[in-house]
């Protein structure tokens, strides 16, 4: 069965560290691949999509996430984390099955950011 | 372009009572879907429309909850009765045709039962 995994529930980190946030799917065949965020008491925000080509794909927001498909992994980076960044990201996988098109959501990181 | 739009924001009812929340889509979105998130959790699919017609509702607890989609548009999406575990936000997403497009999101509504 098609699943995402975040394996991380909670990641902190200090203002102007760099960040990863981890996403793992189970599919059969190459997915298209979402980030959300998702900021208290709001609905989600794509961040970034990777439906083909390069593998490195940059977002808004100053995010960037890289599909690597040796590893099942669309793991999302930013360089220098501001402290607006705090928020819960979602990984998501799009997929067609039995003639529909859905989406797959991961578990979602809670990100907290300090000072 | 206006974005999903959904009401109310926020929803307290009693277990036993009946809710309704109303999306209305991205003009030209064929696709909607509801989506529920408990909190802490990831959204979970309810039920996803093509056009007015349902193409899924296996994971829509059908005793108590039913959704339409009224001309290809607007979409409603109620409970009746609540029960205290249906508390949660619910939020509908819409998307156009292709494969290589993303879902947009309202803003949600949080159902609290008490």
């Known amino acids: 069965a098609q699943s995402v995994t975040q394996p991380d529930i909670h990641i902190t980190v200090s203002e102007g560290a760099s960040l990863e946030l981890r996403c793992n799917y189970s599919?059969?065949?190459?997915?298209?691949l979402f980030w959300y965020v998702q900021s208290p008491g709001q609905g989600l925000q794509l961040l970034l999509k990777?439906?083909?080509?390069?593998?490195l794909v940059q977002g808004i927001k100053g995010f960037e996430a890289e599909f690597k498909r040796s590893q099942s992994s669309f793991n999302l980076r930013k360089p220098s984390v501001h402290w607006s960044d705090a928020a819960e990201y979602f990984c998501?996988?799009?997929?067609?099955?039995?003639?529909?098109?859905?989406?797959?959501f991961g578990t979602g990181t809670r990100l907290k950011v300090l000072a | 372009e206006a974005g999903v739009a959904q009401s109310p924001r926020y929803k307290i009812i009693e277990k036993r009572q009946s809710v309704a929340f109303w999306c209305n889509p991205i003009?030209?979105?064929?696709?909607l879907y509801w989506y529920q998130q408990i909190l802490g959790q990831g959204p979970k699919l309810l039920i996803q429309?093509?056009?007015?017609?349902?193409?899924?509702d296996s994971q829509l607890p059908k005793d108590r909850f039913s959704a339409e989609r009224l001309k290809g548009v607007d979409s409603t999406l109620k409970i009746q009765p609540a029960k205290l575990e249906d508390s949660a936000v619910y939020l509908c997403?819409?998307?156009?045709?292709?494969?290589?497009?993303?879902?947009?999101f309202g803003q949600g509504t949080r159902l609290t039962v008490v």
């Open positions: 429309f093509q056009n007015n017609g349902v193409v899924d």
């Open positions: 990777y439906f083909s080509g390069d593998t």
């Open positions: 997403a819409t998307r156009s045709q292709g494969l290589r497009t993303e879902a947009f």
């Open positions: 599919y059969g065949a190459t997915p298209y």
């Open positions: 998501a996988v799009g997929l067609l099955t039995s003639g529909t098109y859905k989406y797959i």
């Open positions: 003009s030209g979105h064929a696709t």
